[in-house]
């Protein structure tokens, strides 16, 4: 019999605890106790833990990749106890009765540093401060977990303990009472040294939160062949995007006349998607390495993780997340002056003057989220694309910031252009019912409809795609460590990302469908001839003979 022998009192005691466990895991308690997943921790004598943890990891993703790094001194045997203590602060022990994470006892932490201590000195290392064994609680002043002595003296053999989805067994006299309160915040800092997994580099002599990175130009999540053709993807999809985007605002600023509110948010939505598309060419020119990796004092590439010192990788997001921020407030505006001029009967005089509004809110908002990611240092380079963005490590950072923004505009857009659409069909069957001429009322109705479902379906994909990527990364940070297990191994989808890049830039390419048409043509040709007849009018817009695409305010008699 091994340390983790069973005893009759903790049998009973952990029964006890048990016995609410579905409780925990799916009744009001839900998402406080949950499965350890950490391979290192996965036949310990308890199978729920609790995050955040004791080293102050909010996810066993990021607990995983780090106690990996004490492998080699566990394989070496220093200590019976070592890797149980080591679950014990990485994946603590859960129970519903208390709102806290269990640790080790006190006197196991001794007990393992003893053992190790004179390992790692051999090794020119200290004990790490994060181990510091009086920071642990201790019997009958803590609630901890320690064992009995073991006639053997031995460790056990990996998979010896068993365990079980409802009723596991203690070994030795594990519950003490504590009555002594726990600080929420981390108690230890991380690591100054440590090894790092396979195809990982160690960062923490850079001054990172975290200790490891993803090697650069290596494999980690993606195959070569997977990045070499998401890049081809991404650039073919972005040229297509820029040039038909830029075409809609050059035809803007032949004519300008010719675009008033309602429509002339059109002309800043395309706007936005050129620069977003822009994004992506300068990538595809500079390189995924110029953009998304870094390098180590000692020379080593990694896939940044805090983009904040590298100029090429601050460039990208600030393009791609400000701009497209941007696109989507401008939707908003969009549907919201389309609702005015067909809902409310606004004239185009009465929404223009709350143009200085839109431009500071639509301009405005996307700074301010910008600035709130630099400071938080929550840029993040991509495996796959080799671009830089917030969300690519830190889910909570892609939900805050990413997610949650567009599915407000999006919910926005969608209640103003119903709205509006709406009261273009009470209008529509007043005029109709008035025997008046429809047929530009129906024209216009029909390009509303199809921008906005040209808008809507891919704004609603790439909100889905973040979803997915939201509720899969954590575990595709165990799969690059090497660190995960059975149904935890969910690749990511090929498919999906590039529905994502895809959809991303679709609505720049479609946004130029609002001047293709022969009015379009006529404003070239006499845009061009004005400027054969007088090349000094360099500025001078042509003025377009036929009226403005505006249907508000629709006639008072109706």
Avoid at 127 to 149: A, I, T, Y
Wanted: glycine share 6%; net charge positive; hydrophobic share 40%.
């Amino acid at each position: 019999m091994g340390p983790y022998n069973r005893t009759p009192i903790i049998r009973l005691a952990f029964f006890l605890s048990s016995f609410f466990s579905s409780y925990c895991v799916f009744g009001d308690e839900a998402g406080k106790c949950e499965r350890i997943t950490i391979p290192m921790c996965q036949d310990m004598p308890y199978n729920l833990t609790r995050m955040p943890n004791y080293i102050g990891h909010t996810n066993q993703a990021e607990a995983a990749i780090q106690v990996h790094e004490y492998k080699p001194l566990v394989e070496v045997g220093c200590s019976r106890h070592l890797r149980f203590f080591l679950c014990s602060l990485y994946a603590p022990m859960c129970t519903p009765q208390v709102d806290v994470p269990i640790p080790s006892c006190q006197s196991i932490c001794r007990e393992v540093q003893e053992g190790c201590l004179p390992v790692l000195r051999k090794f020119n290392f200290e004990w790490p401060q994060m181990l510091n064994c009086s920071r642990l609680p201790v019997p009958n002043k803590g609630l901890c977990m320690e064992f009995p002595e073991s006639p053997q003296g031995m460790a056990p053999k990996p998979g010896q303990t068993q365990t079980s989805n409802t009723l596991l067994d203690f070994p030795g006299e594990m519950w003490k009472a504590w009555g002594a309160t726990r600080s929420k915040s981390p108690l230890f800092p991380f690591p100054s040294h440590g090894t790092c997994p396979e195809r990982h580099v160690y960062i923490g002599d850079v001054g990172r939160d975290v200790t490891c990175a993803p090697e650069c130009g290596i494999a980690v999540h993606f195959a070569q062949r997977d990045k070499r053709f998401a890049e081809i993807w991404m650039t073919v999809w972005a040229t297509l995007c820029f040039l038909s985007s830029f075409f809609t605002v050059a035809t803007f600023w032949v004519d300008m006349s010719r675009f008033q509110y309602p429509e002339r948010p059109i002309i800043f939505l395309s706007l936005c998607y050129n620069l977003y598309a822009g994004a992506f060419l300068v990538r595809a020119f500079a390189g995924a390495k110029s953009v998304s990796c870094d390098r180590t004092n000692s020379g080593h590439e990694y896939l940044i993780v805090e983009g904040v010192e590298n100029t090429g990788c601050i460039v990208v997001f600030l393009i791609l997340y400000y701009f497209g921020i941007a696109s989507c407030i401008w939707w908003v505006i969009l549907t919201l002056t389309w609702f005015l001029s067909a809902g409310k009967k606004w004239s185009n005089e009465s929404v223009q003057a709350l143009s200085t509004y839109f431009h500071v809110g639509a301009w405005l908002t996307p700074a301010v989220l910008a600035v709130i990611v630099l400071t938080m240092r929550q840029v993040d380079a991509d495996e796959l694309t080799g671009l830089c963005y917030v969300g690519y490590t830190d889910s909570d950072a892609l939900l805050g910031f990413v997610i949650v923004p567009l599915c407000v505009f999006y919910a926005l857009g969608v209640l103003f252009i119903a709205s509006g659409f709406v009261a273009l069909l009470r209008i529509r069957n007043v005029m109709k019912k008035g025997g008046r001429n429809i047929a530009k009322l129906e024209k216009l109705m029909v390009r509303i409809l199809v921008f906005s479902v040209l808008y809507a379906v891919p704004a609603l994909c790439v909100i889905v795609c973040h979803i997915y990527e939201w509720s899969y990364r954590d575990r595709w940070r165990t799969i690059g460590s090497n660190m995960c297990s059975g149904s935890d191994c969910t690749k990511p989808s090929m498919e999906i990302l590039m529905l994502k890049i895809f959809m991303n830039l679709v609505v720049g390419v479609t946004s130029g469908m609002w001047v293709w048409s022969y009015k379009t043509c006529q404003s070239w040709i006499s845009w061009a001839g004005k400027r054969c007849k007088d090349p000094k009018n360099k500025h001078a817009p042509s003025q377009s003979q036929l009226k403005p695409l505006a249907y508000g305010p629709v006639s008072t008699n109706v």
